[in-house]
């Protein structure tokens, strides 16, 4: 099968290993284990929904069968004490009737289409409005919202799930039929990989990604606000009053979008100017210096200070959309039984860049058939 210039390799991932900073000790110390599952709730058709969890190199994952939600992700700080740095329910109803995309495993299309609506091969395509005037990750009933199938697996030295499905002709607007497989993997030193691959039997747009919010210092600590960030990105993609990018590529250079040198998140958020009014803080694509590369290729570093976790991530992609989780507003009880409010987390999402099927200029998005889609991302842990 023939590749195209949206394809991109995921062999080269493992080679990070020697990259992260959990040594040999506290990988022995948690060995790898084979994935296990429970129920953990039922969707109102009657159908039961698994809660699976892997554990490798110290990392532990949970991952639900609906969705393919990153339910908890558990990760050592600097005194070796495990804590849940991904936002969450602990049960299925609110993660049906109130989550904001919490975990999220996000299909057919990564953040917004203006109206919409975009034009592939002479034929409009109309969407599902359900951000305000536009479509937001997939539409109304997107994949975070779908039932996968799980397959578990033990390679090695190496752990994970691998979940398909098959996004049928037209399902919330698309065209085609779209095979889908994304593999979780943990490495023996506690590395998170997400592989993504999907094939269509007609052209049409594919932008997957993961939607975690993460916070360093635990799921329910507080704010986001004082972890520091460093990402290798100088310019990035401002947007208008919809949140759609305008097609400009701007320079972060003398903005609060700057931060090719270490800096906590919280230092320019409130600082003002409409982009940062527009979205309530960054809600913004980072334009990485890397481009597409075809193996996954270092893009940041997140660190919190109070806890000393570090995540550091590499990417295929172009793009990496930096959310400050500007939209909890207090009416949402975590996992932890703490509320959630505007800056209690943060999502950095791998993917192409908004919008672009209605941008000729951005990296494109197109999937054709005969050509397959693959990225990679992966996310580092170690501490300070």
Not at 101 to 121: C, Q, S
Not at 212 to 233: K, M, P, Q, R, V
Not at 264 to 274: L, N, T
Not at 277 to 291: E, I, P, T, Y
Request: aromatic share 10%; net charge positive.
């Amino acid at each position: 099968m023939k590749t195209s210039r949206r394809t991109v390799l995921a062999a080269g991932a493992a080679g990070l290993a020697a990259t992260t900073a959990l040594d040999a000790a506290t990988a022995q110390a948690a060995p790898r284990r084979h994935p296990t599952r429970k129920h953990f709730g039922t969707l109102a058709d009657g159908t039961a929904v698994d809660l699976w969890t892997v554990s490798n190199g110290g990392t532990r994952l949970q991952v639900l069968s609906w969705g393919g939600v990153i339910h908890s992700l558990e990760v050592p700080d600097r005194d070796g004490h495990l804590a849940n740095i991904a936002l969450g329910f602990d049960n299925l109803a609110e993660y049906v009737a109130k989550s904001p995309y919490f975990g999220g495993l996000i299909g057919r299309f990564g953040n917004r289409i203006a109206a919409g609506r975009f034009t592939l091969a002479g034929h409009t395509y109309q969407l599902p409005l359900n951000d305000g005037a536009n479509s937001l990750h997939g539409g109304t009933q997107g994949f975070d919202k779908r039932m996968w199938q799980v397959e578990p697996f033990t390679r090695g030295p190496e752990t994970g799930l691998i979940l398909s499905r098959v996004s049928p002709d037209g399902e919330m607007g698309y065209p085609g039929t779209l095979k889908v497989r994304v593999t979780y993997t943990l490495t023996a030193r506690g590395d998170w990989r997400i592989d993504y691959e999907a094939t269509t039997d007609r052209p049409t747009v594919v932008n997957l990604t993961s939607h975690t919010y993460f916070n360093l210092a635990g799921e329910g600590s507080g704010s986001i606000y004082d972890h520091t960030l460093e990402l290798a990105a100088a310019r990035y993609t401002p947007v208008d009053a919809g949140l759609i990018p305008t097609g400009e590529l701007a320079r972060v250079a003398g903005t609060p979008f700057d931060f090719r040198r270490p800096k906590p998140i919280g230092r320019d958020i409130r600082e003002g100017g409409a982009q940062l009014v527009r979205a309530k803080g960054f809600d913004h694509n980072w334009v990485l210096d890397k481009g597409i590369s075809t193996s996954p290729a270092y893009i940041l570093t997140l660190t919190d200070p109070s806890s000393g976790r570090v995540m550091r991530m590499y990417t295929t992609e172009p793009g990496l959309q930096f959310y400050t989780g500007n939209f909890l507003d207090g009416t949402l009880e975590g996992t932890s039984g703490r509320t959630y409010r505007q800056g209690d987390a943060l999502c950095l999402e791998a993917q192409h860049f908004p919008d672009s099927p209605n941008h000729p200029s951005f990296p494109s998005t197109v999937l054709r058939p005969g050509t397959t889609y693959r990225t990679s991302t992966v996310h580092s842990f170690s501490t300070r």
